[in-house]
């Protein structure tokens, strides 16, 4: 058992007894706010640990950093999951995003994202996906 449980049964036992004894409840208030301090301290200290784990595992950068090879990473993964979320149909697709078909299908191939397999098999029917509403 870890001293922190020991020490918050410890806690919660000497509350109780003194409640019991004929002492006001404001132990028993204290305790209870000190518990959900502690529990919400050991929450913040995980996602301490996680961010830093995070920061870690992203991979150095030996380039420099290039606004469009980012703009192009974010609009390739935003594009991706439109198509997703639409079974592939970029008509729709690109009302999801608020842009015209016209600009996602050229970004599609400036990209060169692939629209296969989003519900349809292979290029079957690729041009019905393209069709605007």
């Excluded at 030996?62 to 997703?84: G, K, N, W, Y």
């Excluded at 098999?121 to 041009?127: P, V, Y």
Aim: hydrophobic share 40%.
């Amino acid at each position: 058992m870890s001293s922190a449980a020991i020490w918050r049964s410890d806690v919660i036992a000497s509350t109780l007894s003194s409640a019991k004894s004929g002492q006001s409840g404001t132990l028993l208030r204290e305790a209870t706010i000190e518990t959900r301090l502690d529990a919400l301290k050991s929450v913040a200290l995980t996602l301490l640990d996680a961010v830093d784990s995070l920061r870690t595992a992203q991979p150095l950068r030996e380039q420099s950093l290039r606004l469009q090879d980012e703009v192009q990473r974010f609009e390739t993964d935003l594009i991706r999951t439109a198509l997703e979320r639409t079974g592939g149909n970029q008509a729709r697709a690109a009302r999801l995003l608020g842009v015209k078909h016209t600009t996602l299908n050229a970004k599609i191939k400036r990209y060169r994202i692939r629209c296969g397999g989003f519900g349809d098999e292979g290029d079957k029917g690729a041009g019905d996906r393209e069709i605007a509403a």
